[in-house]
């Protein structure tokens, strides 16, 4: 069963999102090594969001707050989102996390899914 891992906060000025969360509500956040747009994240969930946060660059896709649910299969949640009137986005491979993907639902909301890399002996 898909539950809500992270969620998205998009940016014009990333770095400026990121020191309004940290003087506002004292959220930290610290920048993922290797994402080809500006993309902070924040996983103190004990001092901060309840559920791990990031801030990302402004896209086409993420222009409002977007959750990120994870998946055991990516392709088949795909599916099921056509299947079920929403519409499928591009699946990409984001090294040492999974695949990840966009996803519009039946009422026209972006989500993201995560479909996490199986690591040995998990």
């Known amino acids: 069963m898909g539950k809500v891992v992270n969620f998205h906060l998009p ?4 770095e400026r999102a990121a020191t309004f969360y940290r003087d506002v509500f004292g959220w930290e956040f610290s920048a993922f090594a ?34 990120t649910i994870e998946v055991e299969n990516i392709d088949d949640a795909l599916i099921q989102v056509a299947m079920k009137g929403g519409q499928q986005g591009r699946v990409q491979d984001i090294a040492g996390l999974g695949r990840f993907g966009y996803a519009i639902d039946s009422e026209g909301n972006v989500i993201a899914l995560l479909q996490r890399v199986l690591t040995p002996g998990g």
């Open 11 to 14: 940016a014009d000025d990333v």
């Open 34 to 67: 290797g994402s080809s747009v500006p993309y902070l994240v924040h996983t103190n969930v004990e001092g901060g969001a309840g559920i791990p946060a990031a801030i990302t660059a402004r896209q086409d896709v993420v222009k409002a707050p977007t959750p």
